[in-house]
């Protein structure tokens, strides 16, 4: 508890003094782009702050967001022909199209120059980055994004790692460092703005991948039902 209130009273000060007078800028469609970092089938077994089932779900919620949206998107891997493993299956045949980087041994994906050209390649200075593991190769690459003027979000329930103490020094390092940190469900919900786009689209998107919003979609669906009925 002591560590989890040094690190809000440490996010605070850090977002005090990391940010401008527009305290809030925000997602925008036209100029975000979502790097998977190292989701890797071998690293997956590494991740202890999240259940295996709930952390899953989420990195493919976050995946079916950024397929919802049609923004760019960019995968990679760590060496990968050893003990890191492959790519999470699920995540390539989502984007069978986008750029796949897979590093040859580079632990900061910035470090990698293809990485990197497929990231300019996009256009987009806003980055929604996800992975494996949250202090090494999310926190590395998103710091070293952000120096090169990139605005960074980090998507905190799509990136895992040993421990929950682990973690939020991480958090904590990324923030000191003007990330901003939010979850999968904010991404979607800020790239949407509005219900009135497709709420539909939008409502459907997230009964897939959390639970208890298929709840709510049944009422919806349900009072619109009856509504329809009586016309």
């Known amino acids: 508890m002591r560590f989890s209130l040094t690190a809000a ?3 605070v000060a850090a977002l005090a003094s990391s940010v401008s007078a527009d305290l809030y800028n925000r997602l925008n469609i036209n100029n975000t782009a979502f790097l998977f970092v190292d989701h890797q089938t071998g690293l997956f077994s590494l991740v202890g702050d999240y259940d295996p089932d709930s952390y899953q779900t989420n990195v493919m919620g976050l995946a079916a967001t950024a397929k919802y949206y049609g923004v760019p998107t960019i995968l990679t891997t760590s060496r990968e022909t050893g003990p890191n493993g492959p790519m999470l299956p699920q995540l390539k045949e989502m984007f069978p199209d986008a750029p796949y980087i897979p590093r040859p041994g580079q632990i900061n994906a910035w470090d990698d120059k293809d990485f990197v050209q497929a990231v300019k390649d996009t256009g987009k200075k806003q980055l929604v980055i996800s992975g494996i593991v949250t202090d090494v190769c999310v926190t590395f690459v998103s710091l070293s994004a952000k120096k090169a003027g990139y605005e960074v979000f980090v998507v905190t329930d799509a990136s895992g790692t040993f421990d929950e103490s682990v973690r939020e020094a991480a958090w904590m390092r990324m923030q000191q460092g003007g990330v901003q940190l939010l979850n999968w469900f904010a991404v979607a919900c800020e790239l949407g703005r509005d219900w009135r786009r497709d709420i539909e689209g939008m409502g459907q ?3 897939e991948y ?9 009422s919806y669906n349900g009072a619109q039902a009856s509504v329809n009925a009586t016309q």
């Not at 959390?210 to 049944?218: F, K, R, V």
Request: glycine share 6%; net charge neutral.
């Open 210 to 218: 959390i639970p208890s919003y298929a709840h709510i979609m049944q």
């Open 205 to 207: 998107l997230f009964s």
């Open 9 to 11: 009273l440490v996010g």
